[in-house]
């Protein structure tokens, strides 16, 4: 009997967890997940974008203007996933995240010392903070790079 040879990659697997941890965010408008994995691909941890604990979702504002908003109260899904980590030293791991990290979010993965980055998605790469971001990583020798999507569909029934 051989393997199965149509199995996920690892990459694929991760990936998947991430945009399944953003399906937790409450945000109507962005959800954003990540998911950090050791140098032997076990997850360590998970975030997505939302409130600290403690701060009621439905007593803050989710809107993305004005002198009350949202920007004010989340917490990045990158940051959560660094914060949730209670096991000691992410150095050396790897994070998925399904959209490209912000500079503030850039500075907490370096400190953290996450060597490699996977995103999916880059839609605000023309933005001061994403292209400051990329400095920040590149110049901290943290190797990123975009997911490649396979193309096949992996379905969830809950």
Same mark, same amino acid.
């Given at each position: 009997?051989?393997?199965?040879?149509?199995?996920?990659?690892?990459?694929?697997?991760?990936?998947?967890?991430?945009?399944?941890?953003?399906?937790?965010?409450?945000?109507?408008?962005?959800?954003?997940?990540?998911?950090?994995? =050791? $140098?032997? +691909?076990? #997850? @360590?941890?998970?975030?997505?974008?939302?409130?600290?604990?403690?701060v009621?979702?439905?007593?803050?504002?989710?809107?993305r203007?004005?002198?009350?908003?949202?920007?004010?109260?989340?917490?990045? =899904? $990158?940051? +959560?996933? #660094? @914060?949730?980590?209670?096991?000691?030293?992410?150095?050396?791991?790897?994070?998925?995240?399904?959209?490209?990290?912000?500079?503030?979010?850039?500075?907490?993965?370096?400190?953290?010392?996450?060597?490699?980055?996977?995103?999916?998605?880059?839609?605000?790469?023309?933005?001061?903070?994403?292209?400051?971001?990329?400095?920040?990583?590149?110049?901290a020798?943290?190797?990123?790079?975009?997911?490649?999507?396979?193309?096949?569909?992996?379905?969830?029934?809950?």
């Open positions: 009997m051989f393997e199965r040879k149509d199995h996920i990659s690892w990459d694929e697997y991760f990936m998947g967890v991430a945009m399944l941890s953003a399906r937790r965010s409450k945000d109507p408008n962005t959800q954003v997940g990540a998911c950090i994995v =050791s $140098e032997t +691909n076990r #997850i @360590l941890s998970m975030g997505y974008n939302g409130f600290p604990n403690g009621p979702d439905e007593e803050f504002p989710w809107n203007e004005g002198e009350d908003n949202k920007y004010l109260y989340s917490t990045h =899904s $990158e940051l +959560n996933a #660094i @914060l949730n980590y209670r096991g000691g030293s992410l150095e050396g791991c790897k994070m998925y995240v399904t959209l490209f990290p912000c500079n503030e979010c850039a500075k907490a993965i370096i400190q953290s010392g996450i060597r490699t980055l996977v995103y999916a998605e880059d839609k605000y790469a023309d933005t001061p903070g994403v292209r400051a971001s990329k400095r920040m990583l590149n110049r020798g943290v190797v990123f790079y975009q997911y490649e999507p396979s193309g096949r569909d992996v379905t969830l029934s809950l």
